[in-house]
């Protein structure tokens, strides 16, 4: 392992610190997909969705409904 010497804990401090805040951004960004997600599916069902949640081409079918 690399000597840090005196500047051992800044270090270790700055890569733990960016470990944590990277692992809470890609949660934070899983979590508001999924939540995005169920809305989105939710709005669908009301508006008389095909069904088949969000597989199965429906981005086409979006795309078709816009024009």
Do not use: C, N
């Amino acid at each position: 392992m690399v000597d840090l010497g005196q500047y051992a804990v800044p270090v270790l401090s700055a890569y733990g610190g960016t470990i944590v805040l990277l692992v809470g951004l890609v949660g934070a960004s899983v979590w508001q997909a999924r939540r995005v997600a169920r809305r989105l599916d939710a709005i669908e069902a009301r508006r008389g969705g095909s069904g088949g949640g969000r597989t199965g081409g429906k981005t086409g079918d979006r795309a078709a409904r816009a024009k």
